[in-house]
């Protein structure tokens, strides 16, 4: 299925999730998942948006339970959105950080790690990131569209915005 066949305006997802990726000297906190949807993928830290939960309230949470830590100077820098062809629909609102505080850990959901900007293992990534983590990195907005057999990316659309100062950085 094509990215540009589907009704975006009327779609509904069947869930809300978020994403965090905290930033600080020219790395990246990354994590590779031990469960759920992209077990044994790496990716930020992030899960799903819980029934009166605003996403950045969900993000934070989802750091502090999947890690340990928990990400500083919040911003929300994105929307991806994932069709996928057995019919799950999934809605990430996508958040960066300037730091984090408290002590990394690994926990039964994931195994945290630093990874410098230039050194990304995309090629151990869903794969759509390569297409927006980069407008991430270098502070643009964005809206992501993508279709999905399983784990095979088929098509997508990327909305982007100039890239914009993040405070303390």
């Known amino acids: 299925m094509d990215v540009n066949q589907i009704d975006w305006a009327t779609w ?14 020219g790395q990246v906190l990354l994590i590779r998942k031990k469960r759920g949807l992209g077990a044994g993928k790496i990716n930020g830290p992030g899960g ?21 830590v928990t990400p500083t100077g919040l911003h929300h820098v994105g ?13 990430v609102a996508v958040f960066a950080a300037d730091n984090c505080e408290g002590e990394l850990r690994e926990t039964d959901e994931a195994t ?9 293992p995309y090629h ?6 390569p297409h927006w983590l980069p407008l991430l990195l270098g502070r643009s907005c964005f809206r992501g569209y993508f279709t999905f057999d399983v784990e095979k990316l088929l098509s997508f659309r ?4 100039r ?7």
């Open 124 to 129: 151990e990534m869903w794969q759509d990131d």
């Open 112 to 120: 945290p790690c630093w990874v410098q900007e230039s050194e990304i």
């Open 79 to 91: 929307e991806l959105h994932f069709h996928f062809l057995d019919g799950y629909k999934l809605r």
């Open 12 to 25: 509904q997802p069947t869930e809300l999730a978020n994403l965090c990726f905290v930033q600080r000297d």
């Open 48 to 68: 799903r948006i819980e029934k009166g939960e605003t996403a950045e309230a969900s993000a934070i949470r989802e750091v502090q339970e999947e890690i340990g």
């Open 158 to 161: 990327i909305d982007h915005e």
């Open 163 to 169: 890239p914009h100062p993040m405070p303390g950085r």
